[in-house]
């Protein structure tokens, strides 16, 4: 059974920086790999997504901000978020699956793995 983990969330002011960490167990052959938010009445939303290629996919909101990386040894996916803003604030979650890097945009939410989620709360 795949399980995906999210830590490293908090409050932060903003300007701030936070570094999100989503372990994922067992390894599994993934095509695509990506966070998501959820603000507070808010529908789910995509923010960026890694791709097998190395490629990524960003939304406006993450560009220039947002970067995403894995650790292939630790399996492991990271986001690291910088100048971060009130608008930011909201549950992050990690998901992946085994899509082919054609079908893998910041958008899609339609991930067969997710994890539980890490609270991210920004103050003006």
């Known amino acids: 059974q795949v399980q995906l983990m999210e830590s490293g969330g908090g409050s932060v002011q903003a300007g701030g920086s936070l570094k999100l960490s989503c372990e994922v167990s067992?390894?599994?052959?993934?095509?695509?790999m990506g966070w998501f938010r959820q603000a507070p009445g808010k529908e789910r939303e995509g923010v960026i997504a890694l791709r097998k290629d190395g490629s990524i996919s960003y939304a406006d909101s993450a560009k220039d901000r947002f970067t995403i990386a894995r650790d292939n040894a630790k399996n492991v996916l990271y986001l690291e978020m910088y100048r971060l803003k009130p608008e930011d604030t909201a549950m992050y979650y990690c998901?992946?699956?085994?899509?082919?890097?054609?079908?893998?945009?910041?958008?899609?939410?339609?991930?067969?793995?997710w994890g539980r989620g890490t609270q991210v709360s920004v103050s003006s």
């Open positions: 067992p390894f599994i052959s993934w095509g695509c």
């Open positions: 998901a992946a699956d085994e899509r082919s890097v054609g079908y893998c945009y910041w958008w899609q939410t339609d991930f067969n793995y």
